[in-house]
């Protein structure tokens, strides 16, 4: 108790120095660094505790059912980001491309040409989709279906999952990322409301989904808003 | 028992303040900036200031949702306000970049999403230029040089668009969402990929020629953004590492030969454009949570030394 009285004054003490007006930066460089240091070993342990579970769950010969639950939020890393674990999900793929050499499939290609084509369009306006505010389904099921890839348009986030689980796609560990994925973010209104496809520029990986204020398909970062889960064919 | 827990208490208080190197908080006040969160729509995301910078040495922010553009003073409190004129409802700054003339700012071009117009203002407000049909579909990244010259980066067409001072189109180059810069003599530097040789920093002079194209190399890395450059030509550029986690960045110093002289890890904020600056030495980083808004402020902290 008294070296816990102690450190506190102690602490109080140099408190009162960088108070006073004396160079903290120091200091907040090492704990920034401390910070960092636990945020990049958080994944590793993640890693282990995945790759036990896995060989847990290998040994066991666990075989879940299909779990539809598309809203369902994941683990949480450091920053907020949801991703799939091996282990919270049975359908949960590799992440490895669905062919071998690591090269895009043809439909994987379609896809991302036909959600580049949809970017500023301003056909998703019509009363089924609140005048563009709902619009994000639409669009996303639009290109999957012009890339052949859907039978047919949906106008909500988990008809879009649904179909797409019912073509076969999984859901995949990510990263790494792939042209063609379908994404979920987690919204204002919960997990997996809002749903775009996954594109790559150059070397970027970035994604398109409906804007509801603009009213049109834009581009953005992938991870603007926290992410639900993303689904590959594999 | 009660005293060791009171002095703790005292210690973690007063130390706090030391961390975060500007706090602002949300609300209608002159000294706070505007949100909206709930987000307007159901596909929305929560909104809030939606880019930052440090120039010669001061925060400048784009208050996004009430319509101006502010820069602070060291004590923090606001020391020009300039509100974008024309603005019509709905609007929302996506991004600004300063013209400058030494240490005085000259021009601001902004950016209006929802107009997609490109207003160039003066330092007390009045409208300069307007560009209404900029040909583009998201005005995402800006940058000025030295005459006015307007740089933007276009998400939804991976195009750089370059405007004169008054507003003409000039040209639009191939642009892969990689982040731009104009260095003190005007000259625009961006980041390209090559499937074959990794990552290559470019750059054009004011007229639009290709002046070199440095290879960096990194075929690892993905995501690249440059976010500013030096007065000794140092770029700043982040990328997502091998891992491909997009919330795992790490921001490099290279040197004009395209030597790697820097790194510092940082995680990127949610909902917000424009977020990591670099001064003088150190790198600095929004950390911001609008869905909070406006319980709790906007930190703009130190991640890192670029020296």
New interface residues.
């Given amino acids: ?1 008294k070296t ?2 102690k450190l ?2 102690l ?2 003490l ?3 120095i ?2 006073v007006g004396c160079d ?2 120091k ?3 090492t ?2 660094k401390v910070a ?1 240091g636990i ?2 070993a958080i ?1 590793k342990i993640k890693e282990v505790v995945d790759t036990v579970s896995n060989v847990v769950n290998t040994v066991q010969g666990v075989t879940n059912t299909a779990n539809n639950n598309t809203g369902e939020q994941n683990n949480n ?5 949801t991703v799939a674990t091996a282990n919270d999900q049975e359908d949960i793929g590799t992440g490895t491309a669905a062919n071998n050499n690591g090269s895009l499939t043809a439909q994987q290609a379609a896809i991302g040409r036909a959600i580049r084509g949809l ?2 369009s301003t056909r998703f306006r019509g009363p089924e989709v609140d005048g563009g ?4 389904a639409q669009v996303v099921s639009t290109a999957l279906v012009q890339a052949g890839a859907l039978p047919r348009v949906q106008l909500n986030c988990d008809s879009v999952v649904a179909d797409l689980r019912a073509q076969g796609w999984q859901r995949v560990n ?4 792939q042209e063609g994925d379908v994404v979920t973010w987690t ?3 919960g997990p997996g ?2 749903i775009g496809i996954i594109v790559k ?6 994604a398109i ?6 009213r049109t398909p ?9 992410i639900t889960q993303v689904l590959r064919k594999v | 028992m009660k005293n060791t827990a009171l002095l703790v208490l005292l210690a973690i208080t007063f130390s706090l303040p030391a961390l975060a190197n500007w706090e602002i908080k949300f609300g209608k006040a002159q000294n706070e900036v505007g949100y909206v969160n709930p987000p307007a729509g159901p596909e929305d995301f929560p909104l809030g200031p939606h880019s930052f910078r440090i120039i010669s040495g001061k925060l400048w922010l784009a208050d996004s949702v009430r319509g101006r553009i502010i820069s602070f003073a060291d004590d923090q409190s606001i020391a020009n306000e300039i509100k974008v004129p024309g603005l019509t409802e709905p609007f929302f700054i996506d991004d600004f970049a300063v013209q400058m003339l030494k240490d005085t700012p000259v021009s601001i071009w902004v950016a209006e999403r929802f107009s997609g117009h490109l207003i160039r203002i003066s330092p007390d407000g009045k409208e300069m230029a307007r560009i209404k049909n900029t040909g583009l579909a998201q005005l995402d990244d800006l940058g000025v040089d030295s005459s006015g010259q307007l740089y933007v980066g276009d998400f939804g067409k991976s195009v750089l668009a370059v405007f004169s001072s008054e507003g003409k189109k000039l040209r639009q180059i191939p642009w892969q969402m990689s982040g731009l810069a104009i260095d003190k003599s005007d000259c625009l530097h961006t980041i390209n990929f090559n499937e074959g040789t990794g990552h290559q920093h470019v750059v054009y002079n004011a007229e639009g020629k290709e002046l070199s194209r440095i290879e960096i190399g990194f075929a690892e890395m993905q995501n690249p953004r440059l976010w500013q450059i030096n007065e000794l030509g140092e770029i700043f550029v982040s990328f997502i590492p091998q891992s491909g986690d997009p919330t795992k960045n790490v921001l490099v110093t290279i040197t004009e030969k395209g030597v790697i002289t820097n790194k510092i890890s940082f995680t990127n904020p949610y909902y917000i454009g424009r977020y990591l600056m670099v001064s003088d030495k150190d790198c600095y980083l929004v950390k911001a949570d609008y869905l909070n808004a406006p319980a709790r402020s906007i930190s703009i902290a130190k991640v890192g030394s670029v020296k």
């Fill in positions: 108790m816990c009285k506190s004054v602490m109080l140099v408190s009162s960088f108070m903290a930066s200091i907040m460089e704990i920034t960092d945020q990049q994944p890393n450091a920053a907020g980001t970017v500023g505010n709902l619009a994000c990510v990263p790494p990322y919204t204002s209104r409301r809002h520029e150059g070397s970027s990986y970035v989904s409906n804007s509801s204020s603009q834009r581009k953005h970062s992938i991870n603007y808003m926290p």
